[in-house]
């Protein structure tokens, strides 16, 4: 592995940012983000590697590798306050879908910032406040007890409406916990909605949370296909407006 130096394209350097951003990518979701061959984005990232920019994981049989930044590459793209992601068998599958839900919300809506959970705990963590983070109750020292989302997407323009938190559900969680989420997610003041990106097998469990939630109004949830197989950017998306299932 060569040493990272400070003579960078901005073009690699774009790549390291938005890994660092999202905590990690693969060749598919830079693809998806860039617009480039599959070929081409796997060959910038693994130049990227090879520099120390990135460290690259492969965890999972028939499954994508992982891109993460490196503490190198977290310094010479300029991020700060960030760690570098790590990446298990575990949380494998959540991450890749994740970077494929943030290269194709960034398409879907080119008027909007798509931000990670790992980058929104930071800019909570700067303001000492919820922006896009739903609150579950309180910690035993009286503490915030948040729920973030996985993804955030916000206006470029942030006075004229309110972010989009975005869930990547691809597992069932516990009926209570969904149902708790779901209640948070509606009593959340700092958000349009909650957009939720399901997996097959999650629908009917999630369906029955929001209904018991009574969340209907502000949590929509719908296949993860109805995003990933939607090509054509919208180039008039607002905040308030998601995927259906049409």
Do not use: F
Not at 116 to 125: K, S
Not at 144 to 167: C, G, M, T
Not at 222 to 229: H, M, Y
């Amino acid at each position: 592995m060569l040493r990272a130096s400070k003579t960078s394209s901005p073009e690699r350097l774009a790549i390291v940012r938005w890994a660092g951003r999202l905590g990690a990518i693969t060749a598919q979701s830079l693809a998806r983000h860039d617009g480039r061959t599959i070929a081409s984005a796997r060959a910038h990232l693994r130049a990227a590697e090879h520099v120390g920019l990135l460290t690259r994981k492969v965890v999972l049989a028939d499954a994508p590798a992982l891109y993460a930044v490196t503490r190198a590459g977290l310094r010479e793209s300029g991020l700060s306050g960030l760690e570098p992601c790590r990446i298990s068998v575990a949380n494998a599958p959540h991450a890749i879908a994740c970077a494929e839900v943030a290269a194709a919300l960034g398409h879907a809506y080119p008027d909007h910032e798509v931000m990670g959970e790992r980058e929104l705990r930071r800019e909570e963590r700067q303001a000492n406040a919820p922006l896009a983070s739903a609150r579950l109750g309180d910690t035993p020292a009286g503490a915030p007890l948040l729920h973030r989302p996985d993804l955030v997407l916000w206006p470029r323009e942030p006075q004229e409406s309110l972010p989009v938190a975005i869930e990547v559900e691809l597992t069932i969680k516990a009926p209570r916990r969904l149902l708790d989420i779901c209640r948070a997610w509606a009593r959340c003041k700092c958000i349009a909605g909650t957009l939720y990106l399901t997996a097959a097998d999650v629908r009917r469990p999630l369906a029955r949370a929001i209904a018991g939630a009574q969340a209907g109004d502000s949590v929509i949830a719908v296949g993860l296909e109805a995003l990933l197989d939607h090509d054509e950017p919208v180039r008039r998306s607002s905040a308030s407006t998601v995927p259906s299932d049409g």
